[in-house]
Structures are given as structure tokens and as C-alpha cells.
């Protein structure tokens, strides 16, 4: 099942980037229930691979904050992107 939920969520992401790809870069505009919908599927296989990995969503979530706020202390710039403090 572990398997299963990865590659869900692999394709559902990968859903999402082809809506956005074909809104933005084709013009077709974004359906915004549509991508709604589609981010909801994504959200479910992160918590169906957090329930396997018997770790808590929430603690993930602000670990990723934790990181970001270590990496961009002043918030993001592309600047910093690429001079990362993390990386030096």
C-alpha cells in the first residue's frame, strides 16, 4: 500500500503541473475548481503516506517552515535562493 500512495501521489502532482503548465503556458487559463479538486487528491496521499509512516502531518508541515525560515532568515529572495545560508 505504501508503494501505491507514493506513486499516487507522484501522479496527482504531476496533475497539478500539467493544469498549471497548460493554464499559464498554453493559455488556457486556470479552472480553479478544478485544481481544487486536484490538490485535494494530492493532500489525500500525503496523509495516506503519513498514516504508513506513522508520523504526524502537522509535525512535517512545520519542520518544512523550520527549514525555510533557517534558509531564508529574511524571508524568500532570489538572491538568497541562490546563496543559500544552508548551503555555505
Request: charged share 25%.
Amino acid at each position: 500500500m505504501f508503494v501505491w500512495n507514493a506513486l499516487g501521489l507522484a501522479s496527482e502532482a504531476g496533475e497539478v503541473a500539467e493544469m498549471v503548465k497548460k493554464g499559464i503556458f498554453h493559455q488556457h487559463g486556470l479552472g480553479r475548481e478544478k485544481l481544487k479538486k486536484e490538490l485535494g487528491d494530492v493532500l489525500w496521499y500525503i496523509a495516506a503516506l503519513c498514516t504508513k509512516l506513522e508520523v504526524d502531518m502537522g509535525e512535517i508541515m512545520q519542520g518544512n517552515i523550520d527549514k525555510l525560515k533557517q534558509r531564508y532568515p529574511n524571508g524568500y529572495s532570489a538572491v538568497d535562493s541562490i546563496n543559500r545560508v544552508d548551503k555555505a
